[in-house]
């Protein structure tokens, strides 16, 4: 029987969070897509339960997410494991870079309440 792997993809953003780099030079984006970083039993149960979590947040200063909470217009469920687990990989990533800019300026806003939504897929 064949083996599949799981992995988080992110399905729902602030536009700026593309642009925003971590710390580490990677964006939060890449880094929820990261196997390395997800595990595969993670992801699998996304994909098995077909979960989709939006959390929001703020940047601190310091680079370091606060302030999390359910985006309940794009989440379908109340789980706390599926809330759990996506909760503890963004309070695990590296500080963002609030110094991060484009052609437009900086990017970072203090204040601001920033987006980011996954759901699991299976990948052959």
């Given amino acids: 029987m064949k083996e599949f792997?799981?992995?988080l993809q992110v399905d729902y953003r602030t536009a700026d969070l593309c642009i925003l780099k971590l710390a580490n030079g990677q964006s939060i984006t890449k880094y929820i897509e990261d196997p390395k970083i997800i595990s595969n039993d993670d992801a699998r149960l996304y994909y098995v339960r077909v979960w989709l979590v939006t959390l929001m947040f703020k940047i601190a200063e310091s680079g370091e997410i606060?302030?999390?909470q359910v985006y309940k217009k794009h989440t379908n469920t109340n789980d706390n494991t599926a809330l759990s687990i996506f909760k503890t990989y963004l309070e695990n990533a590296p500080k963002?870079?609030?110094t991060t800019s484009n052609a437009s300026g900086v990017i970072w806003k203090p204040n601001k309440t920033y987006k980011l939504g996954v759901r699991g897929i299976k990948i052959n």
Avoid: M, S
């Fill in 96 to 98: 963002f870079d609030v």
């Fill in 66 to 68: 606060y302030d999390i």
């Fill in 5 to 7: 792997r799981f992995e």
